[in-house]
């Protein structure tokens, strides 16, 4: 039908850095809804309720590479690092000779936070991908957005090797951390 209408939810976690293998979480707090309504492959409607606030926005495939040769395995798609790492995961969108990495993590006090690989380069074998990590702030979550108030701040840097299509490790660099894990495509 080209609607896609859920609950969405809310959790706190063990931070991500300094740990080793991740943490244990709290329960799942249910926290609104969503519904996105596709007017074409390209295009939608996003629409929202989180407590007392409720928006309504236009949203666009994003675009960030060209070329003419699609690549072999394309590595698009929700990864995580497994049960261990509670809820720790990451979105990869994978363009022609680039990948954006939409990582998600838990903050110093357990709160979720979202870092970015926007121009992730892929090698010349095709299995990876390395960067700057970025660190996104905005406005407070709300009925209006305010572009003018989103600040980016490069934090460290990253890389993805996969080791086949399914897995694969990350390596990062995040505000003098270093640290690795190993991912596998999420099947859900």
Not at 34 to 62: C, K, W
Not at 96 to 103: E, G, H, I, S, V
Request: with cysteine; proline share 6%.
């Amino acid at each position: 039908s080209g609607t896609c209408n859920g609950d969405l939810y809310e959790l706190t976690a063990t931070p991500l850095f300094g740990v080793g293998s991740g943490g244990s979480h709290n329960p799942v707090t249910a926290a609104g809804t969503l519904s996105v309504n596709f007017a074409d492959p390209s295009h939608a409607t996003m629409s929202y309720t989180v407590g007392s606030v409720s928006r309504t926005v236009p949203i666009e495939r994003q675009l960030f590479a060209g070329g003419t040769t699609a690549p072999t395995i394309d590595y698009t798609d929700l990864w995580f690092a497994g049960e261990a790492s509670s809820g720790w995961g990451m979105a990869i969108s994978h363009q022609y000779n680039k990948m954006f990495l939409a990582w998600f993590v838990y903050d110093a006090s357990g709160k979720p936070t979202w870092y970015t690989v926007s121009d992730c380069s892929v090698a010349a074998n095709g299995n990876g991908c390395s960067g700057d990590v970025y660190k996104v702030t905005g406005p407070p979550f709300g009925p209006t957005f305010d572009p003018g108030q989103v600040h980016v701040t490069t934090v460290g840097s990253a890389s993805v090797t996969f080791t086949d299509p399914n897995n694969g490790i990350f390596n990062y660099t995040v505000n003098g951390t270093s640290g690795s894990k190993a991912l596998t495509r999420q099947v859900f």
